[in-house]
T-cell receptor
């Protein structure tokens, strides 16, 4: 069943601008992960944030996690045309098998 | 460089055919997964395997079966393909080292069309 829901569904910005995508989920989690998917290809892991972490950085990526609101955000700073892709959040459960539940994704278009 | 490969990028089959989708990973990962991806529905888990010969149903297992005879290979089988199984199929793998719910590594996907 779907757990994460990304917002917005689509985002269009100019190169150099920042892009922010949000993810909300319903049940308690072990960690939350963000993935990128270029058109028609497989997903690539971007960053993982554990439930006891509030913020994490990786290059131009900044992820925040608010477990009280059951939400996360992904910020891409100084966007480039090459950042054009779909972005998915995925939640890992507290217990059980090592599965992830993916949201439906945000399509990001960065125009030159 | 870690790698997950899938046997075909594009596949066209006829209704009623038996279809095999193969996935191979070279990372010695314990866990392997099959998803399908449809517009507006995101990724949905079909089946997964946490060890050789072990399998568990995901969210949408109906119409599918899987096989994992070797650690590196995970096959998805459509016993009798139907048009509503036209989709992008993605294979992924992950390990159990350290953090239990680790990142998944994805293959490039197989776009299956059932006519």
């Amino acid at each position: 069943s779907q757990q994460g829901e990304e917002d917005p569904q689509a985002l269009s910005i100019q190169e150099g601008e920042n892009a922010t995508m949000n993810c909300s989920y319903k049940t308690s989690i072990n960690n939350l992960q963000w993935y990128r998917q270029n058109s028609g290809r497989g997903l690539v892991h971007l960053i993982l944030i554990r439930s006891n972490e509030r913020e994490k950085h990786s290059g131009r990526l900044r992820v925040t996690l608010d477990t009280s609101k059951k939400s996360s955000s992904l910020l891409i700073t100084a966007s480039r045309a090459a950042d054009t892709a779909s972005y998915f959040c995925a939640t890992a459960p507290l217990t059980g098998y090592s599965t992830l539940t993916f949201g439906k994704g945000t399509m990001l278009l960065v125009s030159p | 460089d870690v790698k997950v490969t899938q046997s075909s990028r594009y596949l066209v089959k006829r209704t009623g055919e038996k279809v095999f989708l193969e996935c191979v990973q070279d990372m010695d990962h314990e866990n392997m997964f099959w998803y399908r991806q449809d517009p507006g529905l995101g990724l949905r888990l079909i089946y997964f395997s946490y060890d050789v010969k072990m399998k568990e149903k995901g969210d949408i297992p109906e119409g599918y079966s899987v096989s994992r005879e070797k650690k590196e290979r995970f096959s998805l089988i459509l016993e009798s393909a139907s048009t509503n199984q036209t989709s992008m199929y993605l294979c992924a793998s992950s390990n159990n080292l350290g953090l239990r719910y680790n990142e998944q590594f994805f293959g490039p996907g197989t776009r299956l069309t059932v006519l």
